[in-house]
């Protein structure tokens, strides 16, 4: 059987990331390895020379031809939020499977029409939420699930870094709301979100905070002032469907912290933690151990997590950001194939936006504002 | 110049580390060493047993007794909290100066009577808020007020212990609102509340969500559920006066966690991280270096921190808990004699026990809760 | 220009590392990538089934035919360490260039063999070290050359791991001296070395200590003791050419550890250290903070590194064990044109394969030990 | 019964923990606190204002007169090394109780000297080792001891620091072979050695190599360049008396570290480590637990480990230096008065001292050097 055939939209950070892992994947996982059919980029010499570095086969200037193309089976998205939309319903359209970056879409709205429309048409879909697919989140995951740390009774989650932490950093399309929906919540909190729903279950209601401490940024054209439209910080409570209270903490300005993604789950037989800046750890306290020999143990990713083995038979070397764009390749081939769990799919980018989007709604009406089922 | 006559009520853990420090501030800070006066316990022979056990000159089972001794200057009081008001006031009666624990009352209408009363009747007085003295969070502060790391612009804070989270821990007097006054909240959110009153500025609103996750606990009598009625965890949204956003996270059911009471500081030019549970040590995050060589730099306290010397010239050989109470019975000490600064006075001690109060209506409520200013 | 083609004999472990690396090498780096041409392994069956998994275009089950095929430019040996001698001495006989994993060879006369076939039929060659291609350890390097912790003046080197600590392990080929040379020095040992010849200078005197703790294991055949013919843990004190002192830690039996690679390295104006289980980060302490503010910085990898971004423009999101082989294979691809540095190269292999006998031989005899010039 | 009454001479850095600790000892156990009767400097003046800073009853000038006073029980010595022996054996001869900070003496043959007088004069004695006195390194005694981490087969031991570190650190008597003896092999070495008999077994052979990197420094009387007598670092390796194999690695010019006192013990079923900069800390690996949820332990101090509770009775909270000074007055108040164990007792010293010796002998002649029996 050939492997499934890629067109790849867009090839900055992410766009990279996964060539990167189309072209790894099949080695990894021992399965057929996709193929790098066509590459599209904003015009035919930027796209002939990504294709080439990228190792693609061929390679457009016009996005529109790629979803058409008969080669192409999959239409892959990693252009900027604001565009996510037009792409992924022509994509649809043309009966493609579809793979997009997150955030889905820069508003709820939006959201559900393409889940709508990808779901009228019966096309496959996936949303690129990375950071669920290491194995120490997944494993994370299964402890919980097996009860390891007893019923979770609260959780703590945060996305630090400090990219815009900079004043003089110019205003870009990720300070302006057409372009890029919110802010720190949109590109960061986004996967938090996603997080908590791998972890635990949907997030049903939130009390939120946002907070714009750069209101202008010099624009990059003349350097003058420009209002940034959207939150540095987002702050906020929540309560899950079944009532388990938590907090989110989300930052593009926190000095230092580079992908300080981040989590704690409170169980009342123990705790996990996990920080995505050492992301070949977890932290597990439980109690199966003498008093006085008791102690958060930490766990190093090896060959017993999930998927790590693909990568390497030892424990401890290692895993890196863009072994789990890997993992998620898989992950997207299985699903494509009908074969593995879909999520997180479309409905799933849905659901992330809407938590979002009650978290704008609190800051700006104060209290609980609850999730739409 | 004789040294102040010390009259300690209560010989618990509390109790216990008063008299320690106590004994040790004298030769520490090479001042003249307070006098072991006069301790009252509940009864006539446990207060002697301890007199002999802590070094105090003479015992009394009766605190009354003990708050009209002319002998005694200084009124300690180490007492379960629904005992403070009634001891606070009979103190500022007798026109003793009152050195109290935390929280100062159950209530804050408690508070603000006690407030009142001592600055009435013009007595010195002092809330016992221990992890404010550790040398590593007066650095943090000096670092604040220097602009090291730029406009405080966020805060994290949380306090997590775990001494009430099996749930066979039986029913105490901790659970007991008229004994204890809030749970979580009172006990260790206190801390957290005082500590940002140390570091920026005084908390004005809130937005808050209580959780008890053991709503009845083992009556120690008769081993029959008992109904626990307060908080096992606090979370909350918060705003400080000047509009410094934050959050809040307390819990006494947090597995694994033993005296995590931490906070992060996030400026425009720099972030403060600091954990209690490594007492000697501060992270600090600046730009002051080439790229490629920035990161968070791990402080470890010496004596270029403020006292930090009195106890040992050598950096990095760690103070201890204890330790936090000898510079504040320094403190105290000073503050009594009318030199140095009296915060946390009483007053202090009364603004904690609002934004807590608040922290209460706004979980019942629902949206942000000011602060009475 | 077509790219380099491959053939690489060994599946295992190691082998598939170097399959996954040639796939992403071109991508990553946006060069010509290699083409992955012929696999071969023990039997015409596996090896087919392992090109259909690592995505090669052909297989034998005939090493030496891959070494005589003329579609082969390079030679990549990833057997077991004594066949390394053989099959390097056929390739370089065929004219190849030869890439081949440490350590070079069983004995430094094995090793010596080797170096004089390839450097007299003038091929070029490489060794397969790839710890030293972390960005966090180049940029130790370049620290430590611009003088930025002063002159150095003290090493500590440790490798522990615990692949054989469970004394149920069975016996396998790493115990049998004819088949793997030395234990732990051979397997884990060899890396730190070239680790000091990478950071600072050949290592010119030894002093060393082996230990065998296990001397016999179960024989996977019938269950029954076999002896253990090499050491479980290695010992050293050295010297460096300028008389650098320092000391060597290498274990297979420390438990708890698995990839336990790390370095301390002293010098007169700042301190380095490092340690592969946290492979993104690298400690540094210099002066250049004011008093009170000085400490160990955490640095994270990022984009102001060597190499990383490459794979990810993004800082401190992380590299994994295998991109370190992905940055091996664009240097053995820089080196087989002719271009960058063919460094660490046989003799390199040469050379720490004597520092490995001189502490055997110390170990022997007791006292220090020269490493021939 | 009345306490036991100290005559300590001596008042800088150590002398003063020592009133520290005699201060806080009778109320931090409830025992008999002993009576601070007597304290000596080099002047009336100075020993004066010593005593009232640090709570001794009396003050004199001249030692000797100490030591023959009737009124002191303990002669107490923290001065510099080179004065231990001459006051040692005046204390002897006096029939006192002697407690002598560590280094025993500046020789080996003085402290065998000291030893022998001692014994034959039967007076009780105890030598200042505080580090062994931390409740962790108890705990990791006990550990062993049970076999918590099956046989011990390997220990690392380091200790660093950097007081010395910047070469314009002036000259000192600490740099004067006849005043201080070693340089950091006596003042850090000698506790390491320590904790090695104290965790395992008297170390019985070494190879050692000692550095001096500053081998002159500026005299402070006129700045000009005075030669340095003693190491500034010292490496060895070691095997105890069983077999059990180690290393060595002392330093006083490690930047960065400011109390790094740390040891890994390697056993057949686990691994234990510590570091005095987090005092509260030991790191334990064994194997129970099921395989994906292994990983070192942090285990924080609490009063399920020796002598804890005794201070706090709250898990985590954290001891300081000045509290492992504390238990070892407790130490010495027991064993002073016939209970509890005497050791680590003068001849303690001397094992340590001749172990220092035989590292400077393998330096000097090279190879292994066993330590006298």
Chains 1, 2, 3, 4 share one sequence.
């Not at 003058?224 to 388990?244: C, K, M, Q, W, Y």
Request: aromatic content about 8%.
């Amino acid at each position: 059987m050939a492997g499934l055939r890629f067109g790849l939209i867009g090839t900055g950070f992410i766009g990279r990331a996964h060539a990167i892992a189309l072209k790894a994947v099949g080695t990894v996982f021992g399965i057929e390895a996709p193929v790098c059919e066509l590459l599209a980029d904003t015009t035919t010499d930027s796209a002939a020379q990504a294709a080439r570095a990228l190792g693609f086969r061929r390679s457009t200037g016009d996005w529109q031809a790629l979803v058409a193309d008969p080669q192409v089976d999959v239409v892959d998205i990693c252009t900027p939020n604001h565009l996510h939309r037009e792409m992924a319903l022509a994509a649809i359209r043309a009966g493609k499977s579809v793979y997009c970056e997150k955030p889905l879409a820069n508003t709820a709205g939006e959201a559900l029409e393409i889940v709508q429309a990808a779901e009228a048409a019966g096309v496959r879909n996936h949303v690129g939420f990375n950071y669920i697919r290491n194995p120490m989140v997944r494993h994370a995951r299964e402890l919980i699930r097996q009860g390891g740390i007893g019923d979770v009774c609260g959780f703590r989650g945060y996305y630090l870094e400090d990219y815009m932490r900079d004043p003089a950093t110019p205003w870009s399309w990720r300070c302006q709301r057409s372009l890029a929906g919110a802010g720190a919540l949109a590109d960061l909190g986004s996967h938090l979100i996603n997080a908590v729903h791998f972890l635990l279950e949907p997030v049903a209601r939130v009390q939120g905070k946002l907070q714009t401490v750069y209101p202008v940024r010099p624009d990059p054209r003349d350097g003058r002032p420009r209002p940034v439209e959207n939150e540095d910080v987002a702050r906020a409570l929540f309560e899950t469907g079944s009532g388990i209270p938590g907090t989110f903490e989300i930052s593009r300005i926190a000095g230092g912290y580079k992908c300080g993604l981040g989590f704690a789950v409170f169980g009342t037989r123990g705790t996990l933690t996990f920080d995505q800046e050492r992301m070949n750890e977890l932290r597990l306290y439980t109690d199966g151990s003498p008093p006085g020999e008791r102690g958060f143990r930490t766990l190093l990713a090896g060959p017993e997590h999930p998927d790590y083995a693909a990568f390497c038979p030892a424990p401890g070397h290692g895993l890196g950001i863009n072994d789990l764009k890997v993992i998620e390749a898989r992950d997207v081939l299985r699903s494509f194939a009908g074969e593995g769990d879909p999520w997180p799919d479309f409905r799933e980018g849905y659901r992330v936006q809407r938590v979002m989007e009650a978290i704008e709604q609190s800051h700006a009406a104060g209290g609980w504002v609850s999730v739409p089922a």
